[in-house]
């Protein structure tokens, strides 16, 4: 159970690095700086993804 909470909030430590690697390439170069920007929006996704499955399973859990 805790390897999904740490799960959860690691998706929020990628979602950074790739947004600051979108602003850093941004005028370098556009291609890079998109796919960083996919794949930044997909951490963010997957972090509320992952957020409202623990709370599921968790609340599976309690009956």
């Known amino acids: 159970m805790k390897l999904l909470k740490f799960l959860q909030y690691a998706y929020l ?5 790739f947004f600051y690697d979108t602003i ?3 005028n370098v170069d556009r291609g ?3 796919m960083s920007l996919f794949f930044a929006v ?3 996704f997957m972090y509320f993804f992952r957020k409202k499955f ?3 399973f ?3 859990g309690k009956l």
């Not at 430590?13 to 690095?17: D, I, K, N, P, T």
């Open 54 to 56: 623990r709370k599921r």
């Open 32 to 34: 890079r700086a998109y």
């Open 13 to 17: 430590v990628f979602f950074a690095l």
């Open 42 to 44: 997909l951490a963010m």
């Open 58 to 60: 968790e609340e599976r």
């Open 24 to 26: 850093s390439n941004w």
